[in-house]
């Protein structure tokens, strides 16, 4: 029963919002399933580690404001950080006042002709305003008052290969619970080298819901991108790659930037941009 409550939100939640797919704009409905979705992972990433010894306001804390996943690292009071940086908070308002730029400033100026280069600057915007910004703001918030809060995002630029790009530095929050919920129960029956791949072709699907779904096409291409990064990592951590130092210096971080940034056009694919993102801007008066 137990197991059953922690999973029930995942399971109702992301259905409900597709039964109401229809009386909504793209962007709109693009939202209410990423919400849904994301609502019911953070409730299972809670759940399971309630019993962590903490006192109740981390859990509505965790809950209700704070993006990232690893409910354990929050949750426990034995787990303090120090004050942050006066240099790491200047850094996360700057991003913040960059992404709005791009957002509603640079997007805007661009000529009506290149609709998909409109829309490529204003999703860059919006990853900034949000994943770099605000949310490394709310990380040093929380830093600050004591709480373990990771940021979401660690200088991925500064990977130097495609493993650490998506094992150290990109959206930590998913990649734990990936790694407990996925990894963690199969690497034993597949090995680590499938089960790893496997958890690739899991974030793919994912990403295809909440991007395909609402532009009624490009499905698989989401899938299709993630399925290409976990082959990168097999090559990467090949004998072939280890000869080829894949794993580090430039060579290792042209080959991450190469897989990551060559076919984002699967991820992000021109319907999604023209269905659901400039839908988006427009609602916000970024256009």
């Not at 137990?2 to 693009?30: D, E, I, K, Q, Y």
């Not at 709480?147 to 495609?162: F, G, N, T, W």
Request: with cysteine.
């Amino acid at each position: 029963m137990s197991s059953w409550v922690g999973w029930l939100p995942l399971a109702v939640l992301p259905l409900s919002s597709v039964a109401v797919r229809n009386a909504l704009p793209p962007w709109a409905f693009m939202w209410l399933l990423s919400g849904c979705i994301y609502a019911g992972l953070k409730w299972l990433s809670w759940w399971r580690a309630r019993g962590v010894p903490h006192a109740r306001w981390r859990s509505i804390a965790y809950l209700l404001a704070w993006p990232g996943m690893e409910a354990e690292r929050f949750l426990n009071k034995q787990h303090c950080s120090a004050p942050p940086s006066p240099r790491r908070w200047a850094w996360a308002i700057l991003e913040t006042a960059l992404g709005a730029t791009l957002l509603w400033l640079v997007a805007r100026a661009i000529p009506n002709g290149a609709i998909l280069l409109r829309g490529w600057v204003g999703m860059l915007g919006l990853v900034l305003l949000l994943h770099f910004g605000s949310f490394q703001l709310l990380s040093l918030f929380w830093q600050n008052a004591g709480v373990d809060a990771r940021p979401i995002m660690s200088a991925p630029l500064s990977s130097r290969s495609l493993s650490e790009f998506w094992g150290r530095r990109w959206n930590l929050g998913f990649r734990q619970l990936a790694h407990d919920l996925i990894f963690r129960p199969l690497h034993r029956i597949c090995g680590p080298v499938i089960t790893g791949f496997l958890v690739f072709v899991g974030s793919g699907l994912i990403h295809d819901a909440v991007i395909s779904l609402p532009a009624r096409s490009g499905y698989g291409l989401p899938t299709m991108y993630f399925m290409i990064q976990g082959a990168g990592v097999m090559v990467e951590r090949s004998s072939l790659g280890k000869r080829l130092a894949l794993r580090q210096s430039m060579r290792g971080w042209i080959f991450m930037a190469a897989f990551t940034a060559g076919p984002a056009f699967w991820l992000f694919h021109p319907p999604f941009i023209r269905r659901v993102i400039l839908p988006f801007m427009q609602a916000i008066h970024a256009l």
